[in-house]
């Protein structure tokens, strides 16, 4: 069993940046593929980005690509979310999840989930 939990969320100002961590217990997640998604009130949750553990090749959504880098610390059994110009679109709960499968932007590929952290960006 891995336990995910996510931490950095907060309120920020349209074009600012913010940072998530998500900190993996139970197992080392040097041998999952990890990635965040987002649910935004009223909306179904989805995909936002994704880091492979065999060549560390990484995965965006449109909407955030160029903006979001997702990256990961092995030896610190953490993930990263590092986002800068923030919109107020990307205001939303931040899962992150994780899969031994070289998953990337289905959810029912990832078997492990985080609680969330909200992100609340305003205008």
């Known amino acids: 069993q891995v336990q995910l939990v996510e931490s950095g969320g907060g309120l920020v100002q349209a074009g600012g940046s913010l940072r998530l961590s998500c900190a993996a217990s139970g197992r080392t997640i040097t041998t999952y593929t990890m990635g965040w998604f987002r649910q935004a009130p009223g909306k179904e949750r989805e995909f936002v980005a994704t880091?492979?553990?065999?060549?560390?090749?990484?995965y965006y959504a449109d909407s955030v690509k160029g903006r979001f880098t997702i990256s990961r610390d092995n030896a610190k059994n953490t993930v990263s979310l590092q986002m800068n110009s923030l919109k107020p679109e990307d205001t939303a709960v931040y899962y992150c999840a994780a899969t031994r499968t070289l998953a990337t932007i289905h959810q029912y590929e990832y078997n492990y989930w985080g609680q969330g952290t909200q992100v609340t960006v305003s205008s």
């Open positions: 880091i492979r553990w065999t060549d560390l090749s990484t």
